[in-house]
């Protein structure tokens, strides 16, 4: 159906038109301030209504939305019909723009509600009630007039009746005035939530002046606009609040892009804008909502723009902490309406998504060679020659790893250790029936351990660097076995020593170690140093003396005493099985992440 012919079936009347692009104007004052130095007459406004609509159905009808809306949108401007405005509520519900989308189909019914066929209205009625819970309506209450601003963009005067439509998330929120402070708050909106925001302008206490002049003013009035939001018309003079701010003027289909301006206290700040042709309204927007966009090198505040720019490239930035910035070149061109929507990656590297881990839990096995001087034993006491203490231990290991960096851990396993000595008692010296017992001694020391401890972790990347220090107890099963010969010169007899029987016994071990690991996913591997300590020892070891074997073959009444009947030697007897000592352990382990 022809553009005509739908205005006529609508009943849309131009005097109805201009009215309702009046009420969209108070939800977007920035871009209806494209009012053209020579008016369209209401032929040319509808011709060149429908040109844009026409342009922007080709687009949307080839899948591209986000260039047809800024058609659908400047066709709106200029005569706002049912046709583009549900089009443009379409193409912003395609591309999750809900806020915007709601507003624009509550306008279709509010406003043209009988120019809806039954059919129609009810499709509206359930677009509407399944974005409403999706988005969240936000009252701000001030008691003065005032210009509100959210995320960077100007969303009416206030005091308004009417609430905002708002995506769910972080949004700023800022009231504009010239001569007061700019009041700001930041608020959080939840899906579906409705809330009113108290806000508060208080007069400026440090001030400085911003006076407009153009050199060339065309004649008719001119819009200034400040920070995002419409302050005056030209001739303009104001105080603001001393620091930075973005101010843009529009004087008909002229006028200015953003630019910076420093207010110093106390003095007069004179700009001179340059008058450009203007393009018709751009919209720019960035997620996260929390994002800088800078637009020609001038910081805007918030992540969003709606207005006018000269004609011509455009360069835009957009950043945010956490995020990786974009840079976007924007071609403005006569009589086309844009919408540019930029959405950040995250950055995942960045400091602010450093979040504190969680608790974790870690189960794994650990190998340990231990090595030492000895097992401080009876026989090592009084020994010629020890061969030093060896061992291995395996085991199991439950560790929880808190936030905070401490590691509470308990593990269990079996533990071998061994140590030799040799050693030479002599009996009898100076008599005829001097000898000595040559002995060679073996401790050795089996069982399982149970452990507990604390340690302390410091994580950095992948890495682990943990010092702990464990307490526990090895119920282990003590051989004490010697072997050798009584001698006197070139006669040997093979000797014993009394009730050699294994003991048992419980021995307490501390084991303080540092250990480097890796984490590869949930899989950890690392290498540690420690040392296995044992502070107080063991039992002795219930033997007795130590003496030649009996051979019946000998007769032990001649003298001197054959060396097979020679007396017994009390230096075996209650010796400890094993002391006090320190070893050495270096380990390597393996675990799983939870």
Not at 142 to 170: F, I
Not at 217 to 239: C, T, Y
Not at 285 to 312: K, N
Not at 448 to 455: K, N, Q, R, T
Request: with cysteine; glycine share 12%.
């Amino acid at each position: 159906m022809a553009w005509r012919d739908r205005l006529r079936w609508l009943g849309l009347s131009l005097l109805g038109a201009t009215s309702f692009a009046q009420s969209a104007a108070a939800e977007e004052p920035r871009a209806s301030a494209s009012v053209s130095t020579t008016p369209l007459t209401p032929q040319q406004t509808e011709t060149r209504a429908k040109e844009l609509f026409e342009r922007g159905n080709r687009l949307r009808a080839a899948g591209d939305c986000q260039r047809a809306i800024g058609f659908f949108l400047a066709s709106r401007e200029l005569l706002a019909a049912v046709p583009n405005t549900l089009n443009a509520a379409y193409c912003h519900y395609e591309l999750g723009q809900l806020d915007e989308a709601l507003l624009l189909y509550e306008a279709l019914l509010l406003d043209h509600d009988e120019l809806l066929d039954e059919g129609l209205r009810a499709k509206l009625e359930r677009r509407i009630a399944a974005i409403v819970p999706k988005v969240a309506r936000l009252s701000v209450q001030l008691n003065r007039s005032a210009t509100l601003v959210v995320d960077g963009r100007s969303r009416g005067e206030l005091p308004s009746a009417r609430s905002l439509v708002l995506m769910p998330g972080k949004h700023e929120v800022r009231v504009v005035k010239t001569g007061f402070e700019q009041a700001t708050r930041q608020v959080e909106l939840k899906a579906g939530q409705t809330r009113t925001l108290a806000m508060q302008l208080r007069p400026l206490t440090q001030r400085g002046v911003l006076r407009i002049a153009l050199r060339n003013h065309p004649g008719g009035s001119g819009a200034v606009w400040l920070d995002g939001a419409r302050v005056g018309d030209l001739p303009f003079e104001a105080a603001l609040a001393p620091g930075n701010h973005w101010l843009a003027v529009e004087v008909g289909d002229r006028g200015s892009g953003p630019q910076q301006v420093v207010i110093v206290d106390g003095q007069v700040s004179l700009v001179e804008p340059e008058l450009q042709p203007l393009g018709r309204g751009v919209r720019l927007s960035v997620q996260p909502a929390e994002a800088q966009l800078v637009l020609d090198g001038t910081p805007l505040l918030g992540s969003t723009f709606a207005g006018r720019l000269p004609l011509g490239k455009h360069r835009i930035k957009a950043s945010a902490p956490g995020y990786v910035s974009r840079e976007r070149v924007l071609q403005v061109e006569p009589g086309d309406g844009q919408l540019l929507a930029l959405d950040l990656d995250v950055d995942p590297d960045h400091p602010r998504w450093r979040r504190e881990e969680a608790s974790s839990v870690r189960v794994g096995a650990r190998v340990r060679g231990m090595f030492g001087a000895g097992l401080g034993s009876g026989p090592e006491a009084s020994a010629d020659d020890t061969g030093g203490a060896r061992g291995a231990w395996i085991g199991a290991q439950l560790d929880y790893q808190l936030p905070s960096g401490l590691l509470p851990f308990a593990s269990l396993g079996y533990g071998w250790l061994s140590t030799q000595s040799s050693r030479r008692i002599d009996q009898d010296v100076g008599s005829a029936n001097e000898l000595s017992y040559q002995l060679e001694d073996e401790a050795e020391l089996r069982g399982p351990w149970v452990a507990a401890g604390l340690g302390y972790s410091w994580q950095l990347a992948d890495w682990d660097l943990v010092a702990a220090l464990s307490a526990g107890v090895i119920f282990a099963g003590i051989d004490l076995t010697t072997s050798g010969s009584a001698v006197r010169g070139a006669e040997t007899a093979p000797i014993r020593v009394e009730g050699s029987d294994r003991t048992r016994a419980a021995i307490a071990f501390l084991m303080p170690e540092i250990e480097i690991a890796y984490r590869i996913g949930r899989l950890r591997v690392g290498l540690g140093l420690g040392a296995l300590v044992s502070p107080i020892g063991g039992p002795d070891n219930g033997r007795g003396d130590v003496g030649p074997i009996p051979d019946g073959n000998v007769d032990c009444a001649r003298v001197p005493t054959p060396v097979a009947c020679a007396r017994s030697s009390s230096a075996t007897r209650e010796e400890l099985s094993v002391g006090r000592f320190v070893l050495v352990s270096p380990s390597v382990g393996i675990s799983w992440i939870f």
